[in-house]
């Protein structure tokens, strides 16, 4: 699977190698394949995006809205989501897709031998071999991740004397010259170099200078292009703007230790890749910048049409309700109309309830209203609180009633409650009535 995968980045590489004869100018060509490649999904991603930054003023207004309730932000959220055709995650995939494409560009170029020109182990070891025997390359004693990239470096120094030597023994190998502008984009550049390089020879520190500043000159691309990004898709949220501020810093100085720790081509893709980058996003901004403005003219003209519709309809409701010529709406649907009169039993309900509890309260602390036009109200008085002070109550000892008396007030308590029943019954009555 690795080996397919690697087929389908060595074979573009090999092929502008052989275009340009300059391996510099293949990696930079591969860069803009590359970039083609992405347009469609980045101008996808980037139209997202640019969506997504215009509804921060309604976000915010959603957030101040829905402050402390969390579940129906989301659904409003979402709901504004779907309306205006953004997906707030989409930018988020596409933007990762990069990093593979460089994964296995670095295995091309760190194996040419076997994941470019795609010899067999056999022909490698040969090289090897054969390279060792006439002094050319000693096998290090610790494994060295760049032999291959030093093998080809020979095999190009001493191309004649390989093929007349090893005649039908490397089949598939090329001829790669890994000098790009003077620099040798097989080495990794020197954090330094300045102590062991011969500056009284330009032709030696030059190419030593070139190859020093190639992971800098990266890392100032990486950051201009986030740069130009952020400000053409500006973030509103403090969060996110600190996150967006790391990341401008983290990128790049991670362009510098990649830059540094592998072969200088890579650092030749990272700079292309931010160059073309940066072309395609301004591209894409300008377009889509076009396209939203004559959106939101339209959304706004239709916002600003349905809502003179409301506000004429308010005003003829108004002057109706004022004349008193408003009606009820024959339109209802039965299943609201119900849901409206459950809502009105059930409050109707709910009060009577809750009187006849104050009134039964009432009469069993010996509490009779004098009156049927008793103020309803007076039954939901609370009662009065005692003094932390004042202490427990004693207990009072209640006198024994004769048997006559007895009689008499269990008459007087039959005779109040069928006047409690009459007083709930002419309140249910008043209250059906209103």
Not at 378 to 394: H, I, L
Request: aromatic content about 8%.
């Amino acid at each position: 699977m690795g080996e397919f995968i690697c087929k389908i980045f060595a074979w573009p590489l090999v092929k502008f190698y052989e275009l340009t004869g300059s391996y510099g100018l293949a990696v930079v060509f591969f860069a803009l394949l590359v970039n083609l490649l992405m347009t469609p999904f980045m101008a996808k991603s980037k139209k997202s995006m640019m969506r997504s930054t215009r509804l921060q003023p309604r976000i915010q207004e959603l957030q101040k809205r829905h402050e402390g309730n969390p579940q129906k932000l989301n659904a409003e959220m979402q709901k504004l989501y779907s309306e205006e055709g953004v997906n707030p995650m989409s930018g988020c995939l596409w933007s990762l897709i990069p990093f593979p494409i460089l994964i296995a560009l670095y295995s091309v170029i760190r194996r040419p031998l076997t994941r470019m020109m795609f010899v067999t182990q056999e022909v490698v070891d040969t090289l090897q071999n054969f390279f060792v025997e006439q002094g050319w390359y000693i096998i290090p004693e610790k494994a060295d991740a760049y032999v291959e990239i030093k093998l080809a470096e020979i095999a190009h120094t001493h191309w004649d004397e390989v093929q007349s030597a090893l005649a039908g023994k490397i089949d598939g190998l090329m001829n790669i010259d890994f000098t790009f502008l003077g620099v040798n984009l097989g080495q990794q550049p020197e954090w330094n170099f300045f102590s062991h390089t011969d500056w009284s020879d330009p032709s030696v520190w030059g190419p030593a200078l070139g190859l020093f500043l190639i992971p800098f000159i990266s890392a100032g691309l990486s950051w201009l292009s986030m740069k130009i990004s952020n400000m053409a898709n500006p973030v509103d949220n403090a969060q996110a703007a600190a996150s967006m501020k790391s990341m401008n810093i983290m990128m790049p100085l991670m362009s510098i230790w990649i830059c540094f720790v592998m072969p200088a081509a890579m650092g030749i893709y990272w700079i292309a890749n931010s160059v073309f980058g940066m072309i395609r996003d301004y591209v894409l901004t300008m377009k889509y910048k076009k396209q939203l403005d004559i959106e939101d003219a339209e959304k706004a003209a239709i916002r600003a049409e349905r809502e003179k519709e409301l506000e004429a309809k308010r005003l003829e409701t108004e002057r109706l309700r004022a004349e008193g010529k408003t009606e009820k709406n024959v339109n209802t649907s039965k299943k609201k109309t119900q849901a409206v009169e459950k809502q009105k039993s059930d409050e109707r309900k709910a009060a009577l309830d809750k009187a006849e509890r104050a009134a039964r309260k009432r009469l069993r602390s010996g509490k009779v209203p004098v009156s049927a036009d008793e103020d309803i109200s007076d039954y939901f008085a609370a009662p009065k609180k005692r003094s932390a002070k004042a202490g427990k109550p004693k207990k009072v000892k209640k006198p024994r009633l004769t048997k006559a008396e007895r009689a008499a007030k269990k008459k007087a308590d039959r005779a109040a409650r069928a006047e409690e029943r009459r007083r709930r019954e002419e309140r249910r009555r008043r209250m059906r009535e209103q």
